[in-house]
């Protein structure tokens, strides 16, 4: 069966430290992108961060961008995303999920892990 | 950033009902758009993809048409397990961006 799960999430100070980590099983995790979402209490989804499969190409959202680390161990069939100088409105489930294809849309999720950001 | 508009932002209809959400781009997307489909308290599920692939294990009576900037998402025949929140979002450009959601409810 195709799995992601995500771990590391927590409660967390603002200005904290905090790594999520996504392992996947069932999947030849090394030949897909790989995407951060995360979702907000009672919001919609917020694309936050994606890297291609050698791990060269990475993208961010403005949101997160110089705060947060998108990285992947595809030996591992691992993915990661270290985030630093967490606010507030960062408190969100954040998910895991792989994109494919020419349209390069996010075909396996995972279940989510939560991030608390309070003081 | 490309802004994706759902409407409307919930609805109620009856089992058997035909139901129809529209998503708009802010600017041209061709049909990089797919759309979520996400019941509470789980994760995204993808229920459309190229704005009219319905991916193996999606029931026939979900379909997609649109392209550009216009699209709608149809439930043919309304289930009480199609009971969700349905979200577009356009992969045609950085950064990813999703819609506001439609919730879905049963009359």
């Known amino acids: 069966e195709v799995q992601l799960v995500e771990s590391g999430g927590a409660l967390v100070q603002p200005g904290g430290s905090l790594r999520l980590s996504c392992r996947g099983s069932g999947i030849s995790f090394s030949g897909y992108f790989m995407n951060w979402v995360r979702q907000a209490p009672g919001m919609g989804p917020e694309w936050i961060s994606y890297i291609n499969p050698p791990g060269l190409g990475i993208h961010y959202a403005d949101s997160v961008k110089g705060r947060f680390t998108i990285s992947r161990d595809n030996a591992e069939n691992s993915l990661f995303l270290q985030m630093s100088s967490l606010r507030a409105e960062d408190t969100a489930v954040y998910y895991c999920?792989?994109?494919?294809?020419?349209?390069?849309?996010?075909?396996?999720w995972g279940k989510g892990t939560t991030v608390t950001v309070s003081s | 950033d490309i802004q994706m508009t759902q409407s409307p932002s919930s609805l109620s209809a009856s089992v058997g009902d035909r139901v129809t959400i529209s998503c708009r781009a802010s600017?041209?997307?061709?049909?990089?758009l797919s759309w979520y489909q996400q019941e509470t308290g789980k994760a995204p599920k993808l229920l459309i993809y190229g704005a009219s692939t319905l991916p193996s294990g999606v029931p026939a009576r979900f379909t997609g048409s649109g392209s550009g900037t216009d699209f709608t998402l149809t439930i043919s025949s309304l289930q009480p397990e199609d009971i969700a929140t349905y979200y577009c979002q356009q992969s045609y450009s950085i950064p990813r961006t999703f819609g506001g959601g439609t919730k879905v409810e049963i009359k």
């Open positions: 600017q041209t997307i061709s049909i990089y």
């Open positions: 999920a792989r994109s494919q294809g020419v349209y390069d849309y996010m075909d396996v």
